[in-house]
């Protein structure tokens, strides 16, 4: 599978690109997942559920499943995070996977960039941030994006994995 990451601050812009990536790779006829790594404790479910009592309980996963779609929850019950190539192995083959977050890991990713943020590019000193897309434009030794222009970061992306 071909991989590329979304990564930047917080409040860049990062999953509103993601979005807007998905819609457009997808509508283009290609199949897409996505992996999203968050810094905090979330949890996908909700108290009282069976599900949720289910963990709750102990087990170390549980799969949530309808005619729909299914879920599988893993707790890792003080277990080191899983890498993202732990995650990817997981998945089901596609044309793409797009990864918001992971900033450290060395495959190839486009940074969202928004000047109001006040941060600094994280670009300059990662060369795995092959472009950027930025509400502001910037000077810089690789390819620079209008954040809301979705088509050309698709367009590049897609080149970039030879899709």
Do not use: C
């Amino acid at each position: 599978m071909r991989l590329y990451g979304v990564v930047g601050w917080k409040n860049a812009g990062k999953t509103g690109l993601m979005e807007r990536l998905v819609t457009e790779i997808a509508g283009r006829g290609l199949t897409v997942s996505t992996i999203k790594h968050a810094h905090h404790s979330f949890d996908v479910d909700q108290p009282g559920k069976d599900s949720h009592r289910h963990r709750v309980a102990g087990a170390s996963e549980v799969l949530l499943a309808s005619a729909n779609r299914f879920a599988l929850m893993h707790e890792l019950r003080g277990g080191d995070e899983p890498t993202l190539s732990d995650l990817l192995a997981r998945l089901s083959p596609v044309d793409l996977v797009l990864v918001e977050g992971y900033k450290r890991d060395a495959h190839p990713k486009v940074e969202a960039h928004r000047a109001a943020t006040g941060n600094a590019l994280i670009a300059p000193d990662d060369p795995t941030i092959r472009a950027v897309a930025s509400d502001t434009p910037l000077d810089l030794d690789r390819p620079v994006f209008d954040l809301d222009d979705t088509r050309a970061v698709a367009d590049f992306i897609l080149a970039e994995v030879g899709l």
